[in-house]
C-alpha cells in the first residue's frame, strides 16, 4: 500500500518482489502524504482533505467508506478504535475510528513545528 502525492491510495502486489504489480488504485482528492493498513481498512492521510478512510477488501477495487476534515494531514497511525494523524494545522489529531463511515474528533494537540507519527 502506497501513498503517492499525485494518485492517491495505490496497492502494489510484491508477491514477486523482483516484479511488483499495481492491481488497485483510489485517487484521493487532494495529495496523499501517509496510509496506514488496520483489517481491511486504508487510513490515508490526505493533506488538505484529511483522513480519508478506504475499504480495502477487495485490493484491485477499494473504496472510499469514511473522512474527516483536518486540515493539512501529513500522517497517520491507527491503534484499537483510535487513528492518530499528524497534522501541519492542529498538531496531533486523535480520531474516533470505531465506526468507519464515521469518523469523529475526538481532540488535538497543537504543535509549534511538523511532526510525523511513527507508532505506539
Known amino acids: 500500500y502506497v501513498a503517492d502525492r499525485m494518485n492517491g491510495l495505490v496497492i502494489v ?3 514477486d518482489p523482483t516484479n511488483p ?3 488497485g488504485h483510489l485517487d484521493t ?3 496523499a502524504r501517509g496510509v496506514y493498513i488496520s483489517g481491511n481498512y486504508a487510513y490515508v492521510a490526505d493533506c488538505g482533505n484529511g483522513l480519508v478512510i478506504v475499504d480495502i477488501t477487495d485490493p484491485t477495487n477499494p473504496v472510499q467508506v469514511g ?3 483536518t486540515d ?3 500522517g497517520v497511525h491507527v491503534s484499537g478504535n483510535y487513528a492518530y494523524v499528524a497534522d501541519h494545522s492542529n498538531g496531533l489529531v486523535i480520531v474516533d475510528v470505531s ?3 464515521n469518523p469523529i474528533l475526538v481532540s488535538d494537540m497543537l504543535w509549534m513545528y511538523l511532526l ?3 507508532g505506539m
Open 13 to 15: 502486489d510484491i508477491t
Open 21 to 23: 504489480v499495481q492491481v
Open 29 to 31: 482528492d487532494d495529495s
Open 67 to 69: 473522512h474527516l476534515d
Open 72 to 74: 493539512y494531514a501529513l
Open 99 to 101: 465506526d468507519v463511515e
Open 116 to 118: 510525523r507519527i511513527s
